[in-house]
């Protein structure tokens, strides 16, 4: 049962395409915006509407460029790095617009948050990171631990008795057998003291769609890949993750101990 609802995949084409027709959306407003206000930016300087029309311009093409340099990524084709460090700045700036239009195809905001998921891990994949065990942080959000659990682990993980009641059990004998830290984090703030205090060459990062949209935007430039966690009890509650696909990442981005 957790494997088939892990199983259901969002598309990557999905928040690829709302991103295209947010940016299209985006250019032809400030294009309106541009014509409005036009003559009186003529009236303050005589080549204003020029300027401010080459800034709009070229500010279109770069995210536009940005974008079809991730669809690039996800395709496997070679990439410009230049692209690279605006790419969140421009998801960012262009989320909003896409939620909306989503919305009016009927696409609720979480779908297009896991297509970001699938778009991000799949140009990690692609990019063909690989870090040691040691060098590696795993991060799971509190509600993974049974909410009837008594032990504090969300400063010390090792307090899990590993009683098998739910995956943060499953996750320190992992982190035991491979050799990465493993921490559960209350929140994003405590997620960043994390990572800024371990400072990992990766980060594996198991939450909801919302969480690892933000997440995974806030630890870069430092790659992360995501795994959703399955919530068979509604959100933020005594959710569980498919410690199957958590082991397929890893084994993908754990460097051999020998290599
Ligand atoms: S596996 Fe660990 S965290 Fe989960 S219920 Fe058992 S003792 Fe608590």
């Given at each position: 049962?957790?494997?088939?609802?892990?199983?259901?995949?969002?598309?990557?084409?999905?928040?690829?395409?709302?991103?295209?027709?947010?940016?299209?959306?985006?250019?032809?407003?400030?294009?309106?915006?541009?014509?409005?206000?036009?003559?009186?930016?003529?009236?303050?300087?005589?080549?204003?509407?020029?300027?401010?029309?080459?800034?709009?311009?070229?500010?279109?093409?770069?995210?536009?460029?940005?974008?079809?340099?991730?669809?690039?990524?996800?395709?496997?084709?070679?990439?410009?790095?230049?692209?690279?460090?605006?790419?969140?700045?421009?998801?960012?700036?262009?989320?909003?617009?896409?939620?909306?239009?989503?919305?009016?195809?009927?696409?609720?905001?979480?779908?297009?948050?896991?297509?970001?998921?699938?778009?991000?891990?799949?140009?990690?994949?692609?990019?063909?990171?690989?870090?040691?065990?040691?060098?590696?942080l795993v991060l799971s959000p509190h509600?993974l631990q049974?909410?009837?659990c008594?032990h504090k682990i969300t400063r010390d993980p090792n307090n899990c008795k590993r009683?098998?009641?739910c995956n943060v059990g499953d996750l320190m004998k992992l982190s035991e057998?491979?050799?990465f830290t493993f921490f559960v984090a209350t929140?994003?703030?405590l997620?960043?003291?994390v990572?800024?205090?371990?400072?990992?060459?990766?980060?594996?990062?198991?939450?909801?769609?919302?969480?690892?949209?933000?997440?995974?935007?806030?630890?870069?430039?430092?790659?992360?890949?995501?795994?959703?966690?399955?919530?068979?009890?509604?959100?933020?509650?005594?959710?569980?993750?498919?410690?199957?696909?958590?082991?397929?990442?890893?084994?993908?981005?754990?460097?051999?101990?020998?290599?």
């Amino acid at each position: 049962m957790l494997k088939s609802l892990a199983l259901a995949r969002p598309k990557k084409r999905l928040f690829l395409g709302l991103l295209l027709a947010s940016e299209f959306f985006v250019a032809a407003a400030l294009y309106g915006l541009w014509i409005i206000c036009c003559p009186g930016l003529e009236n303050i300087f005589e080549y204003l509407p020029a300027i401010v029309g080459a800034f709009l311009i070229f500010v279109s093409t770069f995210s536009f460029g940005a974008l079809c340099n991730m669809v690039l990524a996800v395709k496997g084709l070679p990439t410009l790095k230049l692209f690279h460090r605006y790419s969140f700045a421009i998801i960012k700036f262009l989320f909003p617009v896409s939620v909306r239009i989503g919305k009016i195809f009927g696409i609720k905001r979480r779908q297009i948050e896991g297509s970001f998921v699938a778009v991000s891990n799949l140009i990690f994949m692609k990019s063909g990171i690989k870090v040691p065990a040691k060098k590696l942080l795993v991060l799971s959000p509190h509600c993974l631990q049974l909410s009837s659990c008594p032990h504090k682990i969300t400063r010390d993980p090792n307090n899990c008795k590993r009683c098998g009641g739910c995956n943060v059990g499953d996750l320190m004998k992992l982190s035991e057998e491979m050799g990465f830290t493993f921490f559960v984090a209350t929140g994003g703030t405590l997620a960043r003291q994390v990572v800024m205090k371990n400072r990992p060459q990766a980060v594996l990062a198991i939450a909801c769609e919302r969480d690892l949209m933000s997440g995974i935007q806030d630890v870069y430039p430092l790659p992360a890949v995501g795994v959703l966690n399955i919530r068979p009890n509604g959100p933020c509650f005594n959710t569980r993750v498919d410690m199957d696909e958590v082991r397929r990442v890893l084994d993908k981005i754990v460097e051999e101990k020998n290599s």
